[in-house]
Structures are given as C-alpha cells and as structure tokens.
C-alpha cells in the first residue's frame, strides 16, 4: 500500500504504548491499513543538490527515509525540502500528504529591491511611523536622482560632518558586492543595486557590530499564519567598528562567510570571544545584565516581523501543504531601536561552528513539528473532522495576554505557558502520522532544548558594558521570548475559541516556535475570510500604543 493511499492523520491510538516509545527515542512513523491491524513505517523525505545537510540529518535522526526514485513510487514522499523555488504546477499538483518547503511568489519579500519598494508602498499607505524601521532606500539605476537629491540635501544640512550611505546588489548574499561610501564619487554599480542610509551608530558589543538572525515560519498566507522563533544567532563584526575605514569589511559587515576568514575570527575578543557568533539568547542575556529591557525589544521585533509579512501576504498566490522558513536580518542601534537590513530567502544552514550546531539543529527539528502539526490539524478540517477533531486552543482577546503567569516566566526557560501543558521533564515527544483517518487529538510538540546547548547559550558573559545613547531602561524579570500572546500588561478573562465556520485558531507553539499572528480575536477575524491589511494594522498600532503607555508607565514608577 503507497502513502498516497488515504489521508494523513495524527494517530492517537495507544497512548500509553506510545509514550513509552517515544520516552526511548522513537522515529516519526506512518501507519498503513491491513488487515491484521496497523504496520508503521517511516516517513519519506525528498531532497535535491541544493538541500542543506543538516536538514538531511535531522530528518534521518528522527526516523524518516530517504525518497529513492528508482524505488518508490513519484509520490511516495511526505516533504520536498530544498533552497530554489518550486514551480508553480508542483504546488498545483502537491497531494494531500505531501509538503514543500517554499510558499509562491514570496522573493519579492526576499529580494533587496522589491522589499524596499514594499515597505516604501506600506510606509505611504499607512504612515511612516509604523514602517520606520527600514533605512531610506533608493533602487539603482531608476532612483539616482532622487537619491542624488537627497544626497546633497543631507550634505547640506550636515556642513563639514560625513553622511554615510551602504550600496549593496539587489540579488546578492553574504555581503558580496557591498560598498560603503561618504562621498558619491565613490558610488559605482552596473546592475540592479539598492542604496541605504548607513546606520553609524550600531549598538556595539566590546566595540564590536553585531546584527541579529532572526528566524520566522509562514505556515499558510491564506489565511495568515506567522511563527517566530525564540532562539536565533548573533553574528558579529571580526574587528572594531571604525567609521574611519569604511573599506573594512571586517568592521564593517556581519555577515559570518565573509568574518570566518578574517585574521581575529580566531582570537580571543573583548566580550565577543572567540568566533564571530553567538546564539540569540545568550545576547539577551548580555543585555539584561546592563539593565535593558529586552522584552519591550523583542516586542518591537515581533511589530516589525509582521508589518514586513503584511506587506506581501495579499498578492502571495494561494498554495496547500506549504510553508516558507525566512532568516530577517535586524540591527539594533544604540538606542535600542530595531532595524530591518533584509530578509533571506532558504536561510543559511551550515553548521560553521558550535553555535550552529546548537540553534540550527533544533531549528530544523521544531520546523518539522510545527509544519505537521499545523498541517494535520488544517487536513483533518479540510476532511469535515474539525466537529470531532482536538480540543481549540485559546486565543487572547484584542484587550488581553495570557496574564501573570506568562509572564514571570524564567529568562532561562524555552517553555512558554499554553492552554496544553508542556512536561519539560520528558525527552523528545514523537509524533506518529496515520494515513487512515482518526479524530484524534494531535501530540505535545517535541523536545526541549538539549540542557548542554542551554548551559553553552546562557553562559554569564564578560561584564563589558554596551555603549548605549540613553540612559537603559529598568531591569526586567521577563523572558524575551514571550510572544504577544503573552503580554505582560493585561490579564486573560476571554479567550477565542475555533469558530462555528469550522475556523481553527493555529497552535500557539511548536517546539521553540511560538506564534505572533494572528494575535487577538481582531487579526484572526481579519485574516481569515480574505485578508483585511488596513483593519489588522489598525488592531497592531492599538496594541503597539498601549505597550509604549504601558513602558512609559514603568519607568514613571522608578
């Protein structure tokens, strides 16, 4: 019997059985119809030239096969995961137990010079102080005057200071082409390029740049679905900032393939240490030992993550069975403001040294949780099973969190509060998929993080002060990680329910995946029968405003 035969389903049946399993480690597995009962079997992943070798692995780790086409039937696989783009006929003609890995149309998120015109559309449309966290962007060659203009105009009212610009190829990646320049003589491009105000004043560690990598999962456009991830890489500079030398690309960019060859990737760097990267959380950590509030930052990212996703989910062609892993690259400058440099299409992931390891592996393993538990749960509704299906998880309303227990959470932990409780206690939880059809409650997401990658990413560092232009606001005893589900000013008395259409809220979280849209009872409803931008940006800048109230009120009580 082939896996295309019957619809697929999380399988519930022995619990008990299956606990004991999964507490030994079992595979992923699928189920097949006979006679005597149920025969499992591993699920099928397909790869190409281009698929990451970690991916490979994790999926091997957890127990599946790999697809052979001289074995196995055309469609006998359940996820096709690789870096190029998928045809507009394969999403036409994917089946119902199958995934891909990549959403149509979404390089106009991806590449430089489309984004930039987006957020610029967004920025006219809604107002410029929500989309303020993109740098003035120019697109050559069809934005040279404007930008000359706007060259001399700064020039002008800066008299003997330097303005500094960043040219970089509309196309490229890991830092090729980029140039950085004061005076426009040294401007040259002989393609599509995009020119940016240079942020010269990044928030620097031991004197050294930093940028963020922050990873976000698009489980569905239609109706929009947005995850975030609570851990991530922070990729540092090899040498100390020096506006000086703008032709130092070590000082200058973060980009880790350009930094890995540098002469001080090696040394030992003030505060930085050895490398030239450090997992998301130890970075937080970093910054609540000077008495910043990385939550209200972590917030303002989360704003940032959606407005940038509104701005291309309305043209994204509707597709199944898919989902899109992007890497948003975010500076933060020395008054702790966000800044979204690009986002990346397929994010890098080569494992170059322990950090990777560390953040990428889990990564991969929380992605494959969250795409089958998200889309089991979307199949057995698509199936007329939602009446039978798992218990809703609740939804906070537009005026409310989850209260104080999420958010007292400890810095350290990776567990967030849900309406299902998580056993932190247990190892990996493994889900098991049956192609014959049950209305069975879905599994736990899976493991959390391994207790040594904790230890390596919480690790207390060298007690260098960063060099900020305000004064730091309060300490804070919360996670960074929270999502905006779980603020910290309201208190939960109503909750959202799956709706009497058959509409289903997305699970809150996955592994270190925890979703950031739709956030209230308002997004939901506006995102799920056609997606109404202009009202869900009007419910985002509502909450946005009582979080600056709710800040500004904090530090009026110190």
Request: with cysteine; glycine share 6%; charged share 25%.
């Amino acid at each position: 019997m082939s896996l295309r035969e019957g619809n697929v389903q999380v399988c519930s049946e022995g619990t008990e059985n299956r606990r004991a399993q999964d507490e030994k480690g079992e595979p992923d597995l699928v189920a097949e119809d006979q006679p005597s009962g149920a025969t499992w079997k591993p699920l099928v992943f397909r790869v190409d030239e281009t698929t990451p070798d970690v991916v490979q692995s994790v999926l091997l780790e957890r127990g599946w096969d790999k697809f052979d086409n001289r074995e196995q039937d055309v469609e006998d696989w359940n996820l096709y995961w690789r870096t190029s783009s998928f045809r507009m006929a394969e999403h036409v003609n994917v089946k119902p137990w199958q995934r891909l890995n990549h959403h149509p149309g979404t390089s106009k998120l991806t590449r430089k010079d489309r984004l930039g015109k987006l957020l610029k559309h967004m920025k006219g449309t809604y107002g410029s102080p929500l989309y303020e966290f993109i740098p003035s962007t120019f697109v050559m060659p069809n934005d040279y005057c404007k930008f000359v203009g706007e060259y001399f105009k700064e020039k002008q009212a800066l008299g003997a200071k330097p303005g500094f610009w960043i040219c970089k190829p509309a196309e490229l990646s890991r830092g090729r082409g980029i140039v950085i320049f004061s005076d426009i003589k040294d401007l040259t491009f002989d393609d599509t390029y995009i020119v940016q105000k240079y942020i010269c004043n990044p928030l620097l560690v031991g004197r050294y740049k930093c940028d963020l990598r922050i990873y976000v999962c698009v489980t569905s456009f239609k109706p929009l679905t947005i995850y975030i991830y609570q851990e991530g890489l922070v990729r540092f500079a090899t040498e100390k900032f020096d506006l000086s030398n703008l032709r130092n690309s070590y000082a200058h960019l973060t980009n880790s393939s350009i930094n890995k060859s540098g002469a001080s990737y090696g040394k030992i760097k003030e505060v930085v240490g050895r490398g030239c990267k450090w997992t998301l959380r130890r970075f937080f950590s970093y910054l609540r030992s000077w008495d910043v509030d990385d939550l209200c930052l972590w917030q303002q990212i989360q704003h940032m993550v959606i407005l940038t996703v509104l701005a291309i989910a309305p043209s994204v062609p509707f597709a199944t069975n898919c989902f899109e892993l992007f890497g948003f690259d975010v500076l933060i400058d020395d008054n702790l403001k966000p800044w979204l440099l690009e986002v990346n299409y397929s994010p890098a992931l080569s494992l170059d040294c322990s950090t990777d390891v560390s953040v990428k592996r889990k990564l991969i393993h929380d992605t494959i949780e969250l795409i089958y538990l998200h889309g089991l749960r979307n199949e057995r509704k698509e199936r007329g099973d939602h009446a039978h299906g798992s218990p809703s998880v609740p939804l906070a309303d537009s005026d409310k969190g989850l209260g104080d227990t999420c958010s007292r959470l400890p810095c350290g932990s990776l567990l967030q509060v849900t309406s299902r409780t998580l056993n932190k206690d247990k190892p990996a939880i493994k889900k098991a998929v049956r192609i014959h059809p049950e209305n069975k409650p879905a599994t736990q997401p899976r493991e959390v993080m391994n207790r040594k990658d904790v230890l390596l990413s919480t690790r207390e560092p060298p007690k260098t002060k960063p060099k900020f232009k305000g004064r730091p606001t309060a300490p804070t005893t919360l996670t960074p990680y929270a999502s905006l589900l779980q603020s910290p000013a309201h208190k939960t008395s109503a909750s959202l329910r799956d709706t009497s259409d058959g509409s289903q809220v997305p699970h809150p979280q996955a592994g270190n995946f925890v979703l950031i849209f739709p956030f209230n009872e308002a997004t939901f409803g506006a995102s799920r029968n056609g997606l109404q931008v202009k009202r869900i940006i009007q419910v985002l800048q509502k909450r946005m405003n009582k979080q600056h109230s709710h800040v500004a009120g904090k530090k009026m009580q110190r």
